[in-house]
């Protein structure tokens, strides 16, 4: 409830900036909802609530390490597992090389992509056996979380995907090329 209160709140601000003074008030669309200032704004009110989340057991500097991560995707919001761990491994040894604190919750790979199953940063997608049959069952951690399974884990070697909220705030949905990440002791 506190996310839809959030968006309607942000629709209500955007449509009262762009209101054409005639005295009526606008109602909201789909152009409304993917306007890019309102995708901007919702995005980081989302990555904010992580950071306010992982403050609670982290420190700042933590964060701003987990924040970093992303740019080691190099834009992509879909991605396979041998993606990740590449990207987790370039990352590692950046902060390594930099000789930077690691996160206790970044120690392994397969412990930092709990952590952002948790979150509810991304999801994972099992397909059926069936070559033929085009289908996927998206996993959710909020949607399998329940009394009886309070804590489910990731699975590894599948395909992941970040929730749509994060992309503009992380800086995902774009491709980027040739981008080397520079550790600090390389700048």
């Known amino acids: 409830p506190r996310d839809i209160n959030t968006m309607l709140m942000i629709l209500i601000e955007l449509i009262d900036s762009d209101e054409s003074g005639d005295g009526q008030k606008n109602i909201f669309t789909v152009d409304d909802i993917n306007d890019k200032r309102f995708l901007e704004k919702y995005s980081n009110y989302l990555l904010g609530e992580i950071k306010d989340q992982l403050s609670f057991y982290y420190s700042r500097e933590d964060y701003e390490v987990f924040r970093e991560f992303f740019d080691y995707l190099?834009?992509?919001?879909?991605?396979?597992?041998?993606?990740?761990?590449?990207?987790?491994?370039?990352?590692?040894?950046?902060?390594?090389?930099?000789?930077?604190?690691?996160?206790?919750?970044?120690?392994?790979?397969?412990?930092?992509?709990?952590?952002?199953?948790?979150?509810?940063?991304?999801?994972?997608?099992?397909?059926?056996d069936d070559e033929n049959d085009r289908s996927s069952f998206i996993h959710w951690c909020f949607r399998e979380r329940s009394v009886t399974n309070p804590a489910p884990k990731i699975k590894p070697n599948l395909d992941y995907s970040i929730h749509y909220g994060f992309v503009n705030a992380l800086n995902l949905g774009k491709p980027i090329k040739n981008l080397k990440i520079k550790s600090k002791s390389n700048q």
């Open 74 to 128: 190099n834009g992509k919001v879909n991605f396979t597992y041998e993606d990740f761990i590449e990207a987790y491994n370039e990352f590692f040894n950046n902060l390594i090389n930099g000789e930077r604190k690691i996160p206790d919750f970044m120690e392994k790979p397969n412990k930092f992509l709990q952590l952002l199953y948790e979150l509810n940063i991304l999801s994972y997608r099992e397909r059926p």
